[in-house]
């Protein structure tokens, strides 16, 4: 194992920099004179195709957290951590079929523009200011603080600030060029994304056959998987009893068995896929037959995912716990193992040439997701802040001007609390950093959204306190209700986390569930209590002829549905 990149390896690097610089500049000259027209630069003017809106969704999609976070996850829990990205595909048809008619019929291009719409301008200003802080600190510190690890530990390490400052220069870039260029660069990005995450499993795999005995066998190399690992192939954990190790608690408070399908994972699919600027964004101005297009597009490229950000951290874990020594070596972290190193592990068995690749893919996601979510904080401040409160009648020239400085205050804002990891997203594990703070505002958000598509009766005072009650009770729930009510309630069941010891924690997607049920409601009773949610003149207009398909659309759904199906049934 060399944990260092040879000449071959920058040479393919660097060949993916060219290439996605020079495209992404091809594409900027192209649109040049529009440059200063927010439509244009926010929204790509309408003019991404279905495939690069698929593409670009999952760019955005698949970063370091999925790489990283979740090849660890795959070390330390195994198969069970795909839900996220099967039910994410689900989320995805929902989102295509009956969420995008909504906003293209309204022509809405930004999401606090559509919560000013259905309730008022107090609503969207709460949600504009929610989001940009959910953005800057928990999206953008952990991709990059979790991509520079990566990069550093693949690249021999002792560069991991330099590598963090190269990362937000690279997405500055792009993400200066507007959606259009992002759009179109994540076509680039995702080919190299799928290339090289598709070698480093077919590496992972062999690896584990030669382990064994069994040679350079992609099939051997499975099938030992199942053999030495069988409990990472469990979709569904069991609810931890008495005599439950570290491992099976920590795991269980990560995926609450039956209870994530009855409520957190939905909720949290859902609302990042169907809520989220930095995701409909995409789509948002395209017409409905490509934004459909594109949107299931992604749901295809989202059932594939696991294969590339899961297999190697199970794979690694396999070789771990078989006394494989580099991956021992490489795992180990001053004595403790840490599982979030689980894909640099993997990748450190790549010839020269396709460590290189790899690296492009893992820089790719990255740089792709950190562009796409700069862009959207750039599109939420500009157009819903600055816009309406600051200078309403600013020409288009300065508010693009104003959304690439927004771009730059928040890229080094991300720098400046990841440098030493102040967010502690390192000691909470990558990918359940993301999880577990963006569901102190899913419950609620989704809660909003969902009853202002399809219930007429629901107020702006509804609105109001379902986006302030819910982060309010998801910190009640996430902090204090075993302290007050005891560890085993009706309602749920407390387990003390191996990582605070002596904290007793409710699985986090079990309180997304109880949040967002408590929330919903709460936000019907208010709206009945007002006599004028009768005739609500902004409830949102729709028919059900919005929500038909084509038949081959259908079709796909179908195949899609049917994939998921056959997974949980061999797996559950």
Known sequence: MKNKLETGDIIVFLIYILIVAGYGYWVYRKRQSKENDTKSFFLAEG?????????????????????????????????AISAYEWLAAISLIIVAVFFMPIYLKNRIFTMPQFLKQ??????????????????????LTSILFLGAIAINNLSGGGNFHLIMILLAIFALVITLGGMKVIGYTDVIQVIFLVIGGLAATYLALTKVSEHFGYGRDLLAGINQLFAKAPEHFDMIFDKPTETASEAQIKNYL?????????????????????????ITQRALGADLNTARRGIIFAAFLKVMMPIIVVLPGIAAYVLYTNGQSDVTQAMNIDGHVKADNAYSAVLGFLPEGLKGLSMAALT???????????????????????????????????????????????????????????????????FNFIQK???????????????????????????????????????????????WFGNETWMYTAYPNPDNKGIYEIPFLTSMGWVFFIIVAVMAVISLLDPGSKNNPKATQYDRSMFRVTPGMMAMILVILGLIAAIYVRFW
């Open 118 to 139: 259905r309730y008022n301008e107090h609503v969207a200003l709460l949600m504009a200011i929610f989001w940009l802080f959910l953005y800057v600190f928990v999206n």
């Open 364 to 430: 790719a996601a990255i740089v792709a997701s950190l562009a796409g979510k700069a862009n959207s904080i750039s599109t939420i401040f500009t157009l819903d802040i600055y816009k309406k409160y600051v200078s309403a009648n600013a020409t288009e020239k300065k508010l693009v001007w104003i959304g690439r400085l927004t771009v730059l205050l928040a890229m080094v804002i991300a720098i400046l609390f990841t440098w030493n990891d102040w967010l502690n997203i390192g000691g909470e594990g990558g």
């Open 437 to 483: 703070y963006t569901g102190f505002v899913s419950p609620g958000i989704f809660a909003v959204f969902l009853l202002g598509f399809f219930w007429k009766r629901t107020t702006s005072l509804a609105a109001v306190v379902g986006i302030v009650g819910g982060f309010l009770l998801s910190v009640i729930f996430n902090g204090y209700l075993p302290q």
């Open 254 to 278: 990560s995926l609450p068995g039956i209870a994530m399908l009855l409520g957190g994972q939905w909720i949290a699919n859902l609302n990042y896929w169907g809520c989220n600027q930095y």
């Open 47 to 79: 003019s991404l195709t279905w495939w690069a809106i698929g593409a670009s969704m999952i760019a955005s999609n698949i970063s370091a957290e999925q790489f990283i976070g979740m090849s660890g996850s795959g070390f330390a829990m195994g198969l």
